[in-house]
């Protein structure tokens, strides 16, 4: 009888109090999205060589850096995964701690912060990420402009410019092909609007799996994203560098201020540029940060270079210094 009761104390209490883990995630990285830069593989490697769990983290810099300013008082999140524009408002806001991770003297000076706040791990080409499947028999967009051809119409999707990284550098892009500057978002705007009227799909987060089922068919979005589904995806893909150009944007980390696993988390920072990282990058279709060159079965998967010069390196402070001024126009106008 006694041991009847005991068994069924130990029920109850199994009820009451529910198994848990004994072990939480080692790190916590906000915005390394497994379907995006394939950050699934990177994470997986850091498993195997590293040991630390680092869960799959579905947002978008805005999202992230909003979190961790959120926390800002208990931080819960350790790295921060941005486009350059919100690893700078991160360190404006003082959510960043500085960090100089190994081979750190090895990226440019123009892709990483001064001081170690932010560093870039990688980057991308901008340009239309396209399912031939799924456009029912019309060509291939090859430029910005036959976007807004009534064919499109419901086909077409860029992400939130007001929440997403790429969202603002695809708006950068179109305002810099079509004849804008930094001080000049009117051909962005106007386009936008001319788009809406093809009532285009604006998600916040990354889409890749909708354009590989068709349910987005063209995307603005990175290379490095429309060659893994080329190449990895069942069905016909394309990456299109449109004819007006566009532009290469980098990607960056920061250690989180007064992070819960700072020393796992520089660890995993250090990784993310040492030789290995960075070949899992450039097998991702990434542009590394450091000066490695692409391998060449890698590189002969890529548009040519002459499609590429059509891609322009721009000065992304500056950009970040009129992105508020871009967002608040396109709420107000566009959205």
């Known amino acids: 009888m006694k041991v009847t009761r005991l068994v069924l104390a130990l029920l109850a209490l199994c009820v009451v109090a529910p198994w848990q883990p004994a072990k939480a995630a080692d790190v916590i990285c906000y915005n390394c999205p497994p379907e995006w830069a394939d950050w699934a ?9 590293l040991g630390y769990d680092i869960p799959h983290d579905n947002k978008n810099s805005g999202q992230a850096l909003a979190q961790i300013l959120a926390e800002k008082s208990n931080p819960v999140g350790d790295i921060g995964y941005f ?23 090895q990226v440019p000076a123009g892709l990483k912060d001064a001081d170690g706040y932010w560093t870039t791990i990688h980057s991308g080409t901008l340009g239309l990420f396209v399912n031939k ?36 550098v695809g708006a950068v892009a179109v305002n810099l092909a079509l004849g804008g500057s930094q001080s000049n978002f009117d051909p962005a705007l106007a386009f936008f609007k001319d788009l809406r009227k093809n009532e285009p799909i604006v998600p916040k987060q990354t889409s890749y799996a909708r354009v590989v089922s068709g349910e987005i068919p063209i995307l ?40 819960p696993d700072k020393d796992k988390a520089k660890k995993v920072i250090d990784y993310l540029l040492s030789d290995k990282g960075q070949a899992i990058w450039t097998n991702a279709y990434l542009r590394p940060a450091r000066p490695i060159e692409l391998p060449d079965a890698v590189k002969n998967k890529f548009l040519p270079d002459s499609d590429y010069a059509r891609a322009k390196s721009v ?12 967002v608040d126009r396109y709420l107000s106008e566009v959205r």
């Open 133 to 168: 499947d799924a456009l029912g028999g019309k060509p291939v967009p090859a430029c910005w402009k036959d976007l807004l051809k009534p064919d499109y119409k419901g086909m077409v999707g860029y992400l939130d410019p007001s929440s997403a990284a790429v969202g603002y």
């Open 220 to 259: 603005f979005d990175y290379d490095f994203n429309a060659y893994r589904a080329k190449y990895a995806e069942k069905g016909n893909f394309e990456f299109v560098i449109p004819c007006e150009g566009s532009v290469i944007f980098p990607y960056v980390v920061g250690l989180v201020k007064n992070a």
């Open 315 to 326: 000065n992304w402070g500056d950009m970040e210094t009129a992105q508020k001024a871009f």
């Open 41 to 49: 593989s990177m994470l997986k490697a850091i498993k195997t060589d």
């Open 83 to 105: 486009g350059v524009t919100f690893g700078m408002k991160a360190k404006a806001q003082d959510a960043l701690d500085a960090y100089k991770p190994a081979n750190w003297d």
